[in-house]
């Protein structure tokens, strides 16, 4: 029988998963096939590409060294800048 990892994405779940991956290495557990979406993607890639001896304490400190600036490099605010216009509405930029 073999065993599938499939890993969601969504932001910070994906420092969740790290949890789970460990948890499940630690069993034994380890997967014949990875598919993942988003956040998941990247955490299955480290794993599939490290193979039966990846080691989820780097990929743990991967996420411990992320900044909100490494994810989201502009501010929220200035990143609106572009949909300014005299009627203050996004509707003429967007459609």
Known sequence: MST????????????????????????GIHPDVIVGTSVGAFNGAWVAGRGPEADIDELAAVWRGLRRSDVFPTRLLGGLRGFHRADRSPRPVLG
């Open 4 to 27: 599938a990892f499939v890993l969601c994405g969504g932001g910070n779940l994906g420092a969740v998963q790290v949890g789970m991956l460990h948890a499940l290495f630690a069993a």
